[in-house]
């Protein structure tokens, strides 16, 4: 069975700063992309950043140069830097595998569960 876990969301400062972590685990081929998204309360789920098996990354244009996300595949893992983050920014911030789970098998999407941060003085 395929896990997707978020961790590191905190209460941070305005133009502080904080790093989210994902680790997906279980038996599975391949990660073909991981994203991260975010839900503020009483708004609609928005996309923040994509990362492929490649390491090519890509953001909408509201989130760039806000957000770096990095990932390391030898460990299944994804980040995302928030970078000068302030209270708009305050959200639960999921994180989606597409996953091959055998070579014969389409990609599936798999979400976490979602890690909070709030951003305040």
């Known amino acids: 069975q395929v896990q997707v876990v978020e961790s590191g969301g905190d209460l941070v400062q305005p133009g502080g700063s904080l790093r989210l972590s994902c680790v997906v685990s279980?038996?599975?081929?391949?990660?073909?992309?991981m994203r991260w998204y975010r839900q503020a309360p009483g708004k609609q789920r928005e996309f923040v950043a994509v990362i492929d098996s490649n390491g090519g990354t890509n953001y909408p244009a509201s989130m760039k140069g806000r957000f770096t996300i990095s990932g390391d595949n030898t460990k299944n893992t994804v980040w995302l830097q928030m970078n000068s983050p302030q209270p708009e920014d305050t959200a639960v911030y999921y994180c989606?595998?597409?996953?091959?789970?055998?070579?014969?098998?389409?990609?599936?999407?798999?979400w976490g569960q979602g890690t909070q941060v709030t951003v305040s003085s």
């Open positions: 279980g038996r599975i081929f391949r990660i073909a992309f």
């Open positions: 989606n595998a597409q996953v091959q789970l055998t070579v014969q098998l389409d990609l599936r999407d798999y």
